[in-house]
């Protein structure tokens, strides 16, 4: 069967009707990006540039961050959306002392330290943008609650612009600016957020846990924690239809759209947009290509009423 997969590594990801998706990887290293290039990935949805902070022994320089990002746009070759600092929760710095807080996941993490630390974020920031001048980069703010943290972001991206400008060094002017929606907040503000942003990309694992008030890392509530709940799926297709209102495109990058069993829904609700972990691409390609559009359309507005979890599982079983 792996060979039957892998086959297919070069066709697109095109239902039997026609509709065609990307298929992008989730990467944290340039070992990754080599490996996503390997497997058929058509770009990098997630590039977790924290990575390059929890491996060092100090905030990583300009320097160090453009190098790192600049080689994984000539290794890929395509876009390459690269989130901005997603640290906090339960990720730390060795090098950083974060105070002790209560509630780590709903504390000061991504988004809300770089807009505070705000150094930090215009190096980070600096790195992508002049990184941008070798290919299609793309900026991803993570844990997003409001159009003004995003307006704020980009505030300081134009300030970091214009630093560049002023001493000549290049950049696209016109890289595009999206953000994770993982957050009940950004759902309820999806269209808001739409009409702003260049792109939408889905992060379930953080969305399930902060919809559901499930801690993801509980194995106590484990059971819980499912992205199969009528809330998540709900929340799912109003921010692919909030996108497409404003003609922006959707992506995921939550382990959920490389499950088997959502793939279907999840394109028939419109998904652009699906990365994963590299490993999981090959499977995912040959079951799109197996898939009826029109067919998972339907089998996804069915879902959608469903207000019960068994009831989603029994017709996910059929
Ligand atoms: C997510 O929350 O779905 C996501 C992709 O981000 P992370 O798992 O890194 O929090
Ligand atoms: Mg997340």
């Known amino acids: 069967m792996k060979a039957e997969f892998e086959s297919m590594n070069n066709l697109p990801a095109t239902t039997t009707d026609g509709r065609t998706v990307e298929l992008f990887a989730n990467v944290g290293s340039i070992v990754d990006v080599e490996n996503a290039v390997t497997r058929g990935a058509e770009g990098i949805g997630l590039f977790r540039s924290e990575f390059l902070y929890m491996e060092n022994t100090k905030f990583p320089t300009e320097q160090e961050q453009y190098d790192a990002y600049k080689k ?5 070759k395509h876009p390459v959306i690269i989130r901005t600092l997603d640290i906090g929760g339960d990720k730390e710095l060795s090098y950083y002392k974060f105070d002790e807080e209560e ?3 709903l504390g000061w993490r991504a988004i809300r330290i770089s807009l505070d630390l705000k150094d930090v974020f215009k190096t980070q920031l600096r790195a992508i943008l002049r990184a941008s001048a070798y290919g299609d980069i793309r900026i991803m703010y993570p ?21 560049l400008r002023r ?6 002017d016109s890289i595009q600016t999206g953000v994770m929606i993982e957050t009940p907040a ?14 939408f990309s889905i992060g379930t694992n953080d969305l399930t846990q902060y919809l559901l008030a499930v801690d993801r890392g509980n194995q106590k509530i484990a059971r819980l924690y499912n992205s199969f709940h009528p809330a998540v799926l709900r929340a799912i297709r109003t921010v692919i239809q909030a996108g497409h209102k404003y003609d922006k495109l959707v992506g995921m990058c939550g382990e959920f759209a490389s499950d088997e069993k959502a793939v279907p829904i999840l394109l028939g609700m419109g998904l652009n947009e699906f990365s994963m972990a590299a490993s999981e691409i090959a499977s995912t390609r040959y079951q799109i290509r197996h898939l009826n ?7 996804a507005d069915e879902i959608c009423k469903k207000s019960t979890i068994a009831e989603v599982r029994e017709m996910l079983e059929k």
Do not use: G
């Open 293 to 299: 559009y029109e067919h998972c359309q339907a089998l």
């Open 72 to 76: 994984a746009i000539e290794t890929m």
């Open 167 to 172: 001493d000549n060094i290049p950049f696209n």
């Open 143 to 163: 844990m997003i609650i409001s159009v003004d943290e995003f307006m704020a972001a980009n505030a300081i991206l134009q300030e970091c612009k214009e630093e």
């Open 103 to 105: 509630n780590p996941f």
């Open 186 to 199: 950004a759902v309820l503000c999806a269209e808001d957020l739409a009409k702003v942003v260049d792109f």
